[in-house]
């Protein structure tokens, strides 16, 4: 009888520790706006969700993305950009590196999110869109006559093979790992590199002065590592209850 009791015990906390926990993790998580696009995408079996823009408020928790939304269809290819969306400041700290960068893709009805190149997991190397080409001893891919405007339209003034060959065949590909450059190097791809160049130097971003965004980066990366902080002590105080429940099972069941 002890026994029973005992299991009856544990199980009513356990479950009571289990429905804490998961209320946290809900009130916490929250879908952001690649999410709602995925889903609102979900007729389309190929496309390509890039972070165009992002823009903060200096004083306030304040943050916005503005995406561009290319969709590839059997007869031709769909551009859009979406209006601005507010995002939260996990989702912000998160791809403050990736502006210009393909976030999230579905290809052949598989989605992926990952930072990678823009074009790089449906049109570079695709030879429906262009070919390689050797210039000056390197090669590097071009998009064919009709579809030339991509490189404008990706922001990408060059795409180097021995580049997509790495992000290809290191790991990378239809991972959840970024894809900034060759390991070793800075970062070729990313924030820094589009803001420095073509329509992302006008962005409102690209716009802002380097005191501002150094700010705002040292704003969220404080709240994030709190946010962790906050995280890995509640997650330890959550174990630490489990381990004590285990115990009392133990002493219970030998104790009948």
């Known amino acids: 009888m002890i026994g029973i009791i005992v299991v009856f015990f544990i199980a009513k906390t356990c479950g009571r520790s289990g429905s804490s926990s998961s209320s946290s993790v809900a009130e916490t998580w929250q879908k952001s706006p690649v999410d709602n696009l995925i889903k609102e995408l979900n007729n389309e079996q190929n496309f390509s969700i890039i972070l165009f823009d992002m823009d903060a408020n200096e ?58 190149p823009a074009g790089y997991n449906h049109y570079v190397g695709n030879e429906k869109y262009g070919r390689w080409e050797n210039r000056g001893g390197s090669s590097f891919w071009a998009f064919y006559g009709q579809y030339a405007f991509m490189s404008h339209m990706f922001n990408m003034g060059s795409y180097r093979r021995s580049y997509w060959d790495d992000y290809r065949g290191g790991g990378y590909y239809g ?82």
Do not use: C
């Open 59 to 116: 004083g306030s928790d304040n943050y916005r993305h503005q995406y561009q939304v290319i969709i590839q269809r059997p007869d031709t290819v769909v551009e859009q950009k979406t209006t601005w969306k507010n995002v939260s400041e996990p989702f912000f700290s998160q791809n403050l590196n990736n502006m210009g960068m393909e976030i999230a893709s579905k290809k052949d009805g598989v989605v992926t999110k990952q930072a990678v």
């Open 175 to 256: 991972s959840s790992r970024g894809y900034y450059g060759p390991r070793g190097s800075s970062p070729v791809y990313g924030t820094k590199s589009y803001t420095s160049s073509g329509s992302g130097s006008s962005s409102k971003w690209g716009s802002k002065p380097s005191t501002f965004k150094d700010k705002v980066r040292s704003r969220v990366s404080r709240s994030s590592s709190s946010s962790s902080a906050r995280s890995s002590s509640k997650t330890t105080r959550s174990s630490s209850r489990y381990r004590t429940s285990s115990t009392r099972s133990r002493s219970g069941g030998f104790g009948k």
